[in-house]
Antibody
């Protein structure tokens, strides 16, 4: 099970940190991912992080503003979002990679488990 | 603008088959056999129904099938049922700089 938290209403330029609490599987063996969905729009990949945090990936459009991290001792995944813009308004989902003990670029299929989503609204 | 191109809508009657296309480039869909499809009902999280172009996770009916030719992947839903009415999203691996390249989604209506 994956449960996101930390969403809310923020003003442009502010920061927000999302959390994703994992349970029911061996968290430290799976890569994890963040995906977002703007209102009425399609899905957008936000970030991926390997099981040991060694490898981290972002789309070019988000590099420098978003930072993904994880704490395997707490079975938790995080997304730090800075300098937020109106276009960052979306539901943010965490999703598990399919294959344990396999890197993101070797086993890039994911999404067998998703959280319920956390709504982030950026508005003045 | 999404990197992969899907038709915005598709429809079919119960019992019929419908195919949804997902067109990318030689850098994503055409380059890797890592295309996934997700089903999403309104207000719900996406659900994985196809991965690695043709594979189905446990519990997904075999009415759902995937294929790929060149830069275009396809999802076929056979024997349409009312509960298949949902949004369908394709996603391809596009290399380390583009781990997840999504389409804009297709709304499937069961008439």
């Amino acid at each position: 099970q994956l449960v996101e938290s930390g969403g809310g209403l923020v003003k442009p330029g502010e920061s927000l940190r999302l959390s994703c609490a994992a349970s029911g599987f061996t968290f430290n063996t799976y890569s994890m991912n963040w995906v977002r969905q703007a209102p009425g729009k399609g899905l957008e990949w936000v970030s991926s992080i390997s099981s040991t945090s060694t490898y981290i990936y972002y789309p070019d459009s988000l590099k420098g503003r978003f930072t993904v991290s994880r704490d395997n001792a707490k079975n938790s995944l995080y997304l730090q979002m800075n300098s937020l813009r109106a276009e960052d308004t979306a539901i943010y989902y965490c999703a598990r990679s399919l294959v344990p003990y396999c890197g993101i670029t070797t086993c890039p299929s994911w999404g067998d488990y998703w959280g319920q989503g956390a709504l982030v609204t950026v508005s003045s | 603008q999404s990197a992969l191109t899907q038709p915005p809508s598709a429809s079919g009657s119960p019992g019929q088959s419908v195919t949804i296309s997902c067109t990318g480039t030689s850098s994503d869909v055409g380059a890797y056999n890592f295309v996934s499809w997700y089903q999403q009902h309104p207000g719900k999280a996406p659900k994985l129904i196809i991965y690695e172009v043709t594979k189905r996770p446990s519990g997904v009916p075999d009415r759902f099938s995937g294929s790929k030719s060149g830069n275009t992947a396809s999802l076929t839903v056979s024997g349409l049922q009312a509960e298949d009415e949902a949004d369908y999203h394709c996603c391809s691996y596009g290399g380390s700089n583009n781990v997840g390249v999504f389409g804009g989604g297709t709304k499937l209506t069961v008439l």
